[in-house]
């Protein structure tokens, strides 16, 4: 395997005492496929036989006897007997004086050893690789296969003697004199059944006492214009409290339970638990979702739960898809040549139970409802969550389930099923509806009927008509639309260009160009045109509705009678017992018995939330409570209220918070103020995070490239994100460099 490179590296080093040679001698080879020398004459002085051979350099060749390698000189003498499985790499006399001859490797039962040109066994055969390396040192390698196929390195000098160790798993020189580059593998096992193991490299610098001079602890190690760069790994930090700190030195870092954390390092992810462990090598990983953890493996998926603060494998990595409905059920697909096969998997515990009686082509997603959907070549049917089958997998379609019945497709025609695979209405419509009311709505012979649980037609149309959310039927005429109340009977005609939800009075507004009108669920018209109201402002489960009549605003209720005078600029919808109204261009807020709680003072108002809104007066911002009283001084160019409760205000170009009572916790002195729903907040500025508590103390300093919040548990993910730095091998000192 080595020979070639070896004779290239003798022939590297042996150039100027070949040239000195005084009888240079050339290969042949006989009718028998034996080689010998001759000299430049063509005469033969050393007869051909042998297997393999080699052309002399410096006086010597490497030839092949029964099998077997060994070195001749040029007078024919076996100076080192055929006898070795391979032979090669040998430094010249003036590099080997001690020995009295040139060194050479020597290969027996499949290992690694030192010979001189004397026959002499200066080290012997231990090692799996023996490579030149620098000067007078050699570089050996071993090779194991437990835990993992792994191979570790050192030097030893012509004398056979160890000057570095077999400890490191990459050895190279650099161009500093005198300094070695050295790698360790840092392996981690995932003591799992699947037995997944994950190493990964370290560099640092050795001198040739086997001395650290940078320790093995770096990403990368590189030459630049004869220097040496060096690239530490990025610093992640898991920061529960002050004095719980745990640091990693990954590529990414992010939290997928609230124990564990997902990491990816050199092109490999894994986990890590909060005290270091690595516990997978994986090829990506998705957060926790009810309990479960989706891993990837190569294109196939898999999962892990966690038992008592420890991931056990649930479900290997050999599925296409997967998808996790409950903390309860599982939906995992595997693909092949005729399509995808379907199964679900039930949790109890650690363990699993498939609770599929066949595969499916497709399974609907599993809610609380007791059926699930499945289908299998176009046919859906419907099991139970024990796998029975409830109704067969025959139809063309079927709906949702809801009261025991369904909408299903059979041969192409619509019906009612029930879910004791009873027809409830025979299939013979070309579409069909139902809603929560026991209502239907079918399309046969090109008409479209209203039908109530019995199946009497309630109402007929030609054209389509289709369920509200609130329960009514929307009809449609020639582009217009009327209305069938939730009784099935229509109650307004199809004549409106649009038709408001049912108010918690049974009520809808209808609009047709500027006109409005008011329609009860029995019929009767409330509101005509010519009553005043220009506008309806519509706000569900609203007692009180915004209406402009003849030009001002004011409030009707669901019936259309005025309950609050239209004597206001603008209104806003109420917001419990309040609502804002403007009066001269301010604005304050009035309550349902329309009394002046608020005066109008202020520019702008915001939204009431817990008791408190934001309010703008001579052009800067504060805070004031329902009852018109200030709590921040209106002082601040910007404030906004933030979802956690807390207040962020701007001044001058910079961001400061205000606690949920609207004290004011943190200067404006950050570039940005990310309010956390643990009442703490991260803190920007110069692109370096920190993080401060609701009292505004800073509890971790600007520091970070990256600081995010695990949402799973009460702590924090920081980034500090690594530099590279020239090494100077003059004093050992670094020097810092944009890289």
Not at 344 to 369: C, D, F, M, V
Not at 533 to 551: C, H, M, R, V
Request: hydrophobic content about 35%; overall charge positive.
């Amino acid at each position: 395997m080595y020979r070639i490179y070896y004779y290239f590296l003798f022939l590297c080093f042996s150039i100027p005492s070949f040239a000195q040679s005084s009888q240079p001698l050339f290969l042949f080879k006989d009718q028998q496929a034996q080689f010998g020398y001759k000299n430049e004459s063509g005469q033969i002085i050393l007869e051909a036989r042998y297997e393999e051979a080699f052309p002399f350099t410096d006086n010597y060749a490497f030839v092949k006897k029964n099998n077997a390698w060994g070195l001749i000189n040029t007078k024919g003498k076996e100076v080192i007997p055929a006898s070795y499985e391979d032979l090669g790499w040998m430094l010249p006399k003036d590099k080997s004086a001690v020995m009295g001859g040139e060194i050479l490797g020597y290969k027996q039962s499949g290992k690694w050893g030192l010979i001189s040109t004397k026959n002499k066994i200066i080290r012997s055969a231990a090692y799996d690789i023996m490579l030149p390396f620098s000067g007078d040192k050699i570089k050996v390698g071993q090779v194991s296969v437990s835990p993992v196929a792994d191979t570790l390195y050192g030097v030893i000098d012509i004398q056979g003697k160890v000057v570095i160790p077999l400890q490191y798993h990459a050895l190279e020189t650099t161009p500093v004199d005198g300094i070695l580059l050295a790698g360790s593998n840092k392996l981690y096992a995932y003591a799992s059944t699947e037995k997944i193991q994950c190493t990964i490299k370290a560099y640092g610098l050795l001198n040739w006492a086997n001395t650290v001079i940078l320790p093995i602890e770096h990403k990368a190690i590189r030459t630049e214009n004869q220097e040496l760069q060096i690239t530490p790994f990025n610093s992640w930090k898991i920061i529960g409290s002050l004095d719980s700190v745990a640091t990693y030195g990954l590529d990414t870092l992010y939290a997928i339970s609230g124990q564990h954390y997902a990491f990816s390092i050199q092109s490999k992810v894994g986990i890590l638990d909060t005290t270091g462990v690595l516990h997978a090598n994986m090829d990506g990983i998705q957060p926790e979702h009810n309990g479960f953890i989706i891993y990837q493996t190569a294109t196939k998926y898999g999962v892990l739960v966690d038992e008592k603060a420890v991931l056990q494998s649930f479900l290997p990595a050999v599925y296409d898809r997967i998808h996790i409905d409950s903390p309860e059920f599982i939906r995992a697909g595997t693909r092949n040549e005729t399509g995808w096969q379907w199964e679900i998997l039930k949790r109890q515990g650690a363990t699993k139970t498939n609770i599929t009686q066949q595969p499916y082509s497709w399974i609907e997603p599993i809610t609380q409802h007791p059926l699930i959907k499945v289908e299998n070549n176009g046919k859906y049917g419907y099991i139970n969550q024990q796998g029975e089958e409830v109704i067969p997998l025959q139809y063309d379609f079927l709906g949702e389930v809801t009261d025991s019945i369904c909408v299903a497709v059979y041969k192409g025609k619509h019906g009612i099923l029930h879910q004791n695979g009873k027809w409830v209405i025979e299939p013979k419509a070309d579409y069909f509806a139902m809603n929560q009311f026991g209502y239907y709505i079918r399309k046969i012979a090109g008409k479209y009927e209203v039908l109530d649980n019995t199946g009497r037609v309630k109402y007929t149309s030609t054209e389509p008509m289709q369920f509200v959310a609130d329960g009514s039927i929307a009809i449609q005429q020639k582009g217009k639309y009327g209305r069938i109340s939730t009784t099935g009977m229509p109650c307004i005609p199809a004549a409106y260009d649009s038709i408001s939800p049912m108010t918690p009075d049974h009520t809808f507004w209808a609009y047709s160009g500027k006109n409005i009108f008011l329609y009860s669920s029995k019929g009767e018209v409330l509101v005509k045109p010519g009553s005043g109201i220009q506008k309806i402002i519509y706000q569900q489960e609203q007692e009180f509705l915004p209406a402009i009549i003849n030009g001002r605003y004011g409030f009707v209720d669901s019936f259309g009678r005025l309950r609050l005078a239209n004597r206001y600029e603008d209104v806003r919808p109420f917001e419990g017992n309040l609502a804002a109204v403007r009066l001269a261009g301010k604005w304050g807020f009035i309550t349902k018995q329309d009394k002046l709680v608020i005066q109008p003072y202020y520019e702008e108002v915001g939204l009431i939330q817990d008791g408190k809104l934001l309010a703008k007066k001579d052009n800067k911002y504060g805070i004031i409570d329902v009852t018109g009283k200030i709590l921040t001084p209106f002082s601040f160019d910007k404030i906004t209220r933030h979802s956690t409760g807390v207040y962020l205000f701007e001044h001058k170009g910079k961001q400061g918070m205000l606690n949920k009572r609207g004290f004011e916790v943190l200067y404006a002195k950050y570039d940005q103020i990310l309010p956390q729903q643990d009442n703490k907040a991260i803190l920007r500025t110069n692109n370096k995070y920190g993080l401060a508590d609701a009292k505004g103390i800073v509890i971790i300093p600007p520091l970070f490239d990256i600081l995010v919040k695990n949402p799973f548990a009460a702590s924090y993910i920081g980034l500090e994100k690594a530099t590279s730095f020239t090494f100077q091998p003059l004093n050992t000192k670094v020097k810092a460099t944009a890289k």
